[in-house]
Nanobody, 118 residues
Framework: QVQLEESGGGLVQAGGSLRLSCAVSGPLSRYFIGWFRQAPEMEREFVAA????????YYADSVKDRATISRDNAETMVYLQMDNLKSADTAVYYC????????????WGQGTQVTVSS
């Protein structure tokens, strides 16, 4: 069973950087690990994803020049590095997992708050 737990959120000034971490466990070889975010009164939106099998990465247009998704060599952590943060990046960030045969993410972490102050 795949399990996820986010950490690393907090308060950061606009223009700053933040790295979010997602502790991952379980049989991940056929999964995508993604990061999503949800701002107040907004729908949850996709930020980035990583294919566990081949390491390919995918980004939303809104963050592709400022975000990097990666995993550690031990394959126990997935990171989301966000640079040049903007107030519009303020949201609860979620780590999620999707089996490659499914069209939706079915495993979710509890979320971590990121607040960008201007």
């Amino acid at each position: 069973q795949v399990q996820l737990e986010e950490s690393g959120g907090g308060l950061v000034q606009a223009g700053g950087s933040l790295r979010l971490s997602c502790a991952v466990s379980g049989p991940l070889s056929r999964y995508f690990i993604g990061w999503f975010r949800q701002a107040p009164e907004m729908e949850r939106e996709f930020v980035a994803a990583l294919s566990w099998s081949d390491g390919n990465t995918y980004y939303a247009d809104s963050v592709k020049d400022r975000a990097t998704i990666s995993r550690d060599n031990a394959e126990t952590m997935v990171y989301l590095q966000m640079d040049n943060l903007k107030s519009a990046d303020t949201a609860v960030y979620y780590c999620a997992a999707r089996h490659e045969r499914l069209g939706r993410y079915t495993v979710w972490g509890q979320g971590t708050q990121v607040t960008v102050s201007s």
